[in-house]
């Protein structure tokens, strides 16, 4: 039959005067090849001789088109039908070409409808049915066929030879900022929309060959044509991506701002309404998506070389980036951000301070502070803080080891005394002192605070936020509480002599006084007091105890899997540990411990780690140690004489936490020194 084939074309050349005798040849032929293609390539190859009678050219562009049409290659069925038309001027070709237009889409598929043999009539009513549900071709395909989704998205990942995209992938992806600029029903109705993968934004359509719709859509987003590719997603995975966009998804976070128009160009008045959101919507939106990430910091920084405004979040401790605003976005979101802190739009120069109450759409209240600075190229950065987002803990939430938690709420339990709370910004003081506040509240005791700001609110507790602004200072706010008559009172922080004599002076009689310290260690708080002018024996009788603590990341429960530790990395554990003269770390500790490492999941974004928990050190102070104090011995002379008790440094407490599986050493290590 390859033979016969083959011979065709010098058939046709030597009977170019006879149309009935090459019709019966190529009929009779076409019924009997399995392989029509094969007279499809010499059809064409013929339809190259420009000597071609009429009628016969007629007759083989009408053949090579029917034949087309039955191997689904519309594109060329297309072409040949309005060559046809040229020739002949017949009307009846314009009808077939109004048809194959319409099919052109089931060409994609081809590979897959030729395992079924469809034919025209068969293309037709899917393709009818599909305006009639509302549903891709494809999705009727693969309901009528059995066919599975990732053949269909193989062929057509084959025909188009571009990325083809599931729901899954869309949903990992990050968004892009514009996207949310525009109306919903605008990527609805055109079926294309961008989406970030590492440094790559894919342009994902349902028909990537409407290239008038991708460049329009481009040309709205202001997406220059090389920092794109064009991609593949079913229409349905499609719809559900957009929809995602516009939601509060955990996948793809919701935020809106307006795109101004290009200089280079005016838009069309339609594309100017499209532009349905504002400035307003991007920070709220920004701000609402950091609380709901569990962020404590939002870092909006302006990039140099008109770059535009990269967001980037700060979650248990870390920063990332979360999205980049466009240029000619960049100053009215700082400048809205500086209404909202009350500052002034106008100074650029200075950096400035202010604080924003902030309600969510689901009517959480929570204050954010403030802080400009002013950077290279007249530009200014926002650093704000989400004062908020605490979590309230009790006390036996805190990650205490059994014999911390025990001295804790024994020093809780005294009557009066000082107790200190130390770390550094972020290591979790204020959720501690809330939590030992919570132990203590009773009817029967009065409760004052003075913090800046106030970011935990407990019923039966007398709260006071300072503001240094106008004189009212955490020593001004304390004196006045020895007058409110008080039985606790906490001291959101010590910054100066002042305060810290009045603490000495208010424990002593007989108030019970909490209050925190920014420094390293819990030895070392003992000297930065003393250092501060404070009495030593005052503050020797009076010292309750000295709680330092860390936050450290924790191991998702989701995804951490058990491993065993190789000698190098056992003896590494040893070594940070340290000799401890009453608690050392045994072999047989090490032995009985469950080590575990990061994996990644979707739980925990792919990092391993989901949240933080504290590590402590808790220095009680007995006759020895206060007879250190009233010496004023070294910071490490402390340290050592409360070992030999029992005292466990920050890094000792961490380790062991290593060793019940709640982290890794390395994370331990990143947080501790000593």
Request: a neutral charge; glycine letters at 4%.
């Amino acid at each position: 039959m390859d033979s016969q084939v083959r011979t065709l074309k010098t058939f046709i050349n030597s009977n170019l005067s006879n149309l009935e005798v090459i019709k019966n040849y190529v009929e009779d032929l076409e019924a009997k090849t399995p392989q029509p293609y094969l007279i499809l390539e010499v059809i064409l190859d013929i339809l190259q001789n420009r000597q071609l009678p009429k009628d016969v050219k007629i007759f083989l562009l009408e053949k090579a088109a029917n034949i087309c049409e039955k191997l689904y290659e519309f594109s060329k069925a297309l072409e040949l039908y309005k060559k046809l038309f040229l020739i002949s001027s017949n009307h009846k070709y314009l009808d077939q070409i109004e048809k194959i237009k319409t099919l052109k889409i089931f060409e994609r598929l081809k590979d897959i409808l030729k395992n079924f043999r469809l034919s025209f009539d068969d293309l037709l009513k899917i393709y009818y049915q599909s305006l009639e549900t509302n549903k891709s071709i494809e999705t009727i395909l693969m309901e009528k066929l059995k066919i599975p989704k990732k053949e269909v998205l193989n062929t057509i990942k084959n025909f188009y030879k571009i990325p083809v995209f599931e729901i899954t992938d869309l949903k990992k992806f990050k968004k892009v900022p514009q996207v949310l600029t525009i109306k919903k029903e605008f990527f609805l109705t055109n079926l294309c929309v961008p989406f970030q993968s590492k440094k790559t934004i894919y342009l994902v359509c349902y028909n990537p060959e409407d290239i008038e719709t991708i460049e329009r859509v481009k040309r709205i987003l202001q997406i220059p044509s090389m920092d794109v590719q064009i991609a593949f997603a079913i229409k349905e995975d499609l719809v559900e991506a957009i929809e995602l966009y516009y939601s509060s998804s955990p996948y793809l976070s919701e935020f809106d701002f307006e795109v101004e128009p290009l200089e280079e160009e005016e838009e069309e008045e339609e594309e100017e309404a499209l532009i349905d959101s504002t400035i307003v919507q991007l920070v709220n939106k920004i701000i609402e998506e950091a609380y709901r990430m569990r962020a404590s910091d939002i870092h909006w920084e302006s990039l140099i070389g008109k770059k535009g405004l990269q967001v980037r979040f700060r979650v248990d401790g870390e920063c990332f980036v979360h999205t980049t605003i466009p240029e000619n976005q960049k100053k009215p979101v700082i400048s809205r951000i500086k209404i909202m802190a009350n500052l002034d739009i106008a100074e650029r120069r200075l950096p400035q301070d202010g604080k924003i109450k902030f309600k969510t759409k689901d009517g959480k209240n929570f204050e954010i502070r403030v802080a400009t600075v002013p950077t290279i190229e007249n530009n200014e950065d926002v650093v704000m803080r989400i004062l908020g987002g605490i979590e309230f803990r009790k006390l036996n939430e805190l990650d205490f080891s059994e014999e911390n938690y025990k001295n804790f709420k024994k020093i809780l339990d005294y009557p009066y005394g000082l107790i200190l709370v130390v770390g550094p910004t972020g290591s979790g003081k204020t959720t501690t002192l809330h939590a030992a506040l919570k132990y203590l509240n009773s009817p029967n005791k009065k409760i004052w605070t003075a913090e800046d700001p106030v970011e935990i609110v407990q019923e039966g507790l007398r709260q006071v936020q300072v503001n240094p602004k106008i004189g009212l200072t955490f020593a001004k706010v304390f004196r006045s509480f020895l007058r409110a008559d008080p039985d606790i009172i906490m001291i959101g922080e010590t910054r100066d002599h002042e305060t810290a004599h009045t603490l000495i002076e208010a424990s002593l009689t007989g108030h019970l006084v909490l209050t925190t310290l920014h420094t390293n260690s819990a030895s070392e708080t003992i000297t930065r007091l003393l250092n501060m002018g404070i009495d030593p024996y005052n503050f020797a009788d009076t010292l309750l105890g000295i709680l330092a603590q860390r936050l450290a990341k924790k191991l998702c429960t989701k995804c951490k899997k058990p491993y065993q530790p190789t000698a190098e990395e056992i003896e590494r554990i040893k070594r940070e540990y340290g000799h401890h003269p009453v608690k050392p770390l045994t072999d047989e500790l090490i032995e009985k411990a469950a080590f575990f490492e990061p994996v990644g999941c979707s739980e925990c974004n792919y990092t391993g780690f989901k949240g933080r928990f504290a590590i402590h050190e808790l220095l009680i102070p007995d006759d020895e140690l206060k007879i250190l104090i009233i010496k004023n011995a070294p910071a490490n002379e402390i340290r050592n004489a409360a070992m030999h008790k029992g005292f466990l440094t920050l890094k000792q407490d961490g380790i062991l936490k290593v060793l019940k599986g709640e982290t890794t050493l390395k994370q331990v290590l990143a947080v501790t020194v000593r």
